[in-house]
């Protein structure tokens, strides 16, 4: 059983910036590959961001390709979003999650594990 607990979420203005990071029980956390979705009211959850087990490779959403940067530290089981030029529309709760693939997915089903969330809301 892996345990994922998200901070960092908050309300920001357009144009601003917010880091979220993710803590994982893992007791061996690089035998995982990390995500972050995203889910608005009403809508769907959606794929943000992934990472693979080592790190070295990273996948992103078309819609925060260049303003957002996932990365992990092993040694700190410890998975962040950084989160920069945010705009209206990434309003939204925020989730990491864990998977035993090793480059991770965009696909939700691909993850066995979820933390309970961040709220993220951008302001116009």
């Known amino acids: 059983q892996v345990q994922l607990v998200e901070s960092g979420g908050g309300l920001v203005q357009a144009g601003g910036s917010l880091r979220l990071s993710c803590t994982a029980s893992?007791?061996?956390?690089?035998?995982?590959?990390m995500g972050w979705f995203r889910q608005a009211p009403g809508k769907e959850r959606d794929f943000v961001a992934a990472i693979s087990r080592s790190g070295g490779s990273t996948y992103y959403a078309d819609s925060v390709k260049g303003r957002f940067t996932i990365s992990r530290d092993n040694a700190k089981n410890t998975v962040s979003l950084q989160m920069n030029s945010l705009k209206p529309e990434d309003t939204a709760v925020y989730y990491c999650a864990a998977s035993i693939s090793y480059s991770g997915s965009a696909y939700p089903i691909e993850y066995k594990y979820w933390g309970q969330g961040t709220q993220v809301t951008v302001s116009s």
């Open positions: 893992a007791r061996t956390f690089s035998n995982y590959a």
